[in-house]
């Protein structure tokens, strides 16, 4: 089987990285959350804001999955 050098390099790499922190997830991702705000970089968050699922009905939909009317009625 064909290896290659730079894959074989990442998977080292990234075997050494989690091993450094015992394989604990939550210290690994303490530590690129760190490294992310020491970046300086401005970071883009996608997550979607509850408020943004309306659909062309005017109803939304909460959390628990149920719609409810957001339109607005004159009286």
Not at 6 to 25: C, G, P, T
Not at 42 to 59: D, E, I, Q
Request: proline content about 3%; hydrophobic content about 25%.
């Amino acid at each position: 089987m064909w290896k290659d050098e730079i894959v074989e390099d990442i998977h080292s790499i990234r075997e050494e990285y989690a091993k450094s922190f015992n394989y604990d997830l939550n210290a690994i991702f303490t530590d690129l959350r760190r490294k992310q705000e020491e970046s300086g970089r401005n970071v883009v968050n996608l997550s979607r804001k509850p408020g943004l699922t309306t659909r062309w009905s005017g109803r939304a939909k909460n959390p628990g999955g149920e719609a409810q009317d957001t339109s607005c009625h004159s009286t």
